[in-house]
Nanobody, 119 residues
Framework: QVQLVESGGGLVQPGGSLRLSCAAS????????MSWYRQAPGKERDLVAT????????NYADSVKGRFTISRDNAKNTVYLEMNILKPEDTAVYYC????????????WGQGTQVTVSS
């Protein structure tokens, strides 16, 4: 059974930092590309960052380039999102998800972790 458990969110002032974690189980994590998504109130869920299974490539949404860093630890089945220079517009619920080597996305979403950027 697939499980994705996001953690590390919270309330932070503009300019601050947070590190999110996503613990995965129920699939062969080391073979999957992993991504972080976010969903702000009243908006669709958007892709934030993606990392390949071997960490050879990382891609970011334009809105977070230079501020966010995605990484992973295949030994711990965990993917991370380091977020720096946070802005109020980064406020959202953050989720992780994965894509198999054959291109299938995981048909499961965890509960997400709330990030609120406010003074």
């Amino acid at each position: 059974q697939v499980q994705l458990v996001e953690s590390g969110g919270g309330l932070v002032q503009p300019g601050g930092s947070l590190r999110l974690s996503c613990a995965a189980s129920g699939f062969t994590f080391s073979r999957y590309a992993m991504s972080w998504y976010r969903q702000a109130p009243g908006k669709e869920r958007d892709l934030v960052a993606t990392i390949t299974s071997t960490s050879s490539r990382r891609n970011y949404a334009d809105s977070v380039k230079g501020r966010f860093t995605i990484s992973r630890d295949n030994a711990k089945n965990t993917v991370y999102l380091e977020m720096n220079i946070l802005k109020p517009e980064d406020t959202a619920v953050y989720y992780c998800n994965g894509e198999s080597p054959w291109g299938a996305k995981i048909n499961y979403w965890g509960q997400g972790t709330q990030v609120t950027v406010s003074s």
